[in-house]
């Protein structure tokens, strides 16, 4: 046996760094075990081709919670989020007010130009937005602190973890009569028909809606999408609600410095070290067997992979109740994202607003209208990519041009829908991958003609080549979809949403479990203090 441990922890993704961070400022003895080459699971930053980095899978950051950011002194580590400056939803000849040539949506992070801009299409829309954004920022703060809890088991008799849900229904109660009833709709209604509720304009309710869908297998039209929207809206930077940024040296950024962090406290990292199983010694996790045979003792086994890989992978067939492997087996995951990544020579160019400009340096939403968007999941439900997909575009050279040779740049394209269960008659993701890339562009062509012409290389991600690459079960970037059955106390099965597991002292600490998925820290902070207050240990 080689040297034993207080914790091991399985994956080097954000969350288990964040998770190693946390156990070893309290103290204890803590091993990472990641499977590849570079640390951060799907926040990672690769050299895909000479001189071009990437952010390969995820792109962009707002949901990092920023009692992590100042427990773990990540600025000190080298963390740095650059603002990305609002969204830009490019329109076609005759889609808007403007008089030829076509027209788009601008939105921007100063509020009285976005207010200007929106009078533009709609006065009514430019009134209501004003209302909406400051009620969407009243229910975020009011949802904010169960990122932070652990949710209870509704059917313990202990009533202690309870009382964090107790005060959650007192502040319920004391919220005016319609905010009460907005949070219903939130939790019930679709993206599309809540803001339908607020306004007019097709591009600004497109655009808005597509956070209802980011890493769902739902439409803009699904009931549960208003939630996801919500999701995203809690997401915050230096304290402002709904804003997100670029880490400057790409999402690998952050899981670098968090990564220093954890070792900066006494964690240890090992790189190239893929876990074959978990090793169960009387009814406990007593320790783990990586790939070549090594076996590593630990008090403690945390997993940072999804339930699906950490019950039905890691551990011996027949250590589980088949109910419970049942519930692991129904949990849904549904990958529906891809991504296409480009190296180009000059700047894509909108035929809507021709040239360089600052229009370039924020979110680009290929989200013209809301009945587009819900033709895109009209091909998914059937096992098709989307022919005219929803493509999120970001081009971060133009705020890190560390990322690319000087004058070039690297496009990010996130893209929904890919389905990960194709339809037979498309054979395989490795028959359908270029094909799918030439849709992206396609749909890309549509508004900026000249994107054929300036792409130097061209890397293509579907969902399969997500999981093969970070091990995300079906591709799906949140361990599991968003949706209202499983989230909370539900998330990832009932009665096991506390990150213990039926096996004692196996913990869960990735996305899988609440508050659920996106570069945020909570759940491996959540399961750290978890461990923690198990073992008798305060947090440091």
Known sequence: MARSYDAIIIGGGHNGLVSAAYLARAGLRTLVLEKRHVLGGAAVTEEIFPGFRFSVFSYVVSLLRPEIIRDLELPKHGLDILPLDGTFTPLRPGEGPAAGGGDYLWRVNDHGRTIRELRRWSASDAEAYEEYGQLMVEMARFIKPILAITPPDPTSNDPRP???????????????????????????????????????????????????????????????????????????????????????????????????????LGAEIRMEAPVARVLVKGGRAAGVVLDDGEEIEATSILSSLDSRLTFLDLLEPGTLDPVFEAEIRRFKFRGSSGKVNLAVDRLPEFTCLPGEGE?????????????????????????????????????????DPSMAPPGKHVISCFVQYAPYRLAPELGTWDDQREAFGDAVIDRIAEFAPNIRDIILHRNVQTPLDIERTTGLSEGNIFQGELSLEQLFFNRPVPGYARFRTPVRDLWLCGSATHPGGGIMGANGRIAALEVLKARGRRAA
Do not use: C, N
Request: proline content about 6%; hydrophobic content about 40%.
């Open 162 to 264: 309870l009382l964090p849900l107790a005060g959650l229904l007192r502040r319920f109660q004391q919220l005016p009569q319609r905010q009460q009833a907005v949070f219903v709709q939130l939790m019930t209604m679709s993206a599309s028909d809540f803001l339908d509720q607020w306004f007019e304009t097709r591009p600004l309710k497109a655009t808005m809606s597509a956070s209802g869908i980011i890493g769902t297998y739902q439409g803009v039209k699904s009931p549960g999408t208003a939630y996801v929207l919500l999701h995203h809206y809690m997401g915050e930077i230096d304290g402002a609600f709904r804003a997100w940024g670029i880490p400057k040296g790409g999402t690998g950024g952050i899981s670098e410095s968090i990564g220093r962090a954890a070792q900066a």
């Open 359 to 399: 229009h370039l340096r924020g979110a680009i939403s290929f989200s013209p209208s809301v009945e587009e968007m819900e033709q895109a999941y009209d091909d998914a439900k059937y096992g098709r990519f989307s022919r005219r997909p929803y493509v999120d575009m970001i081009i971060p050279t133009l705020v």
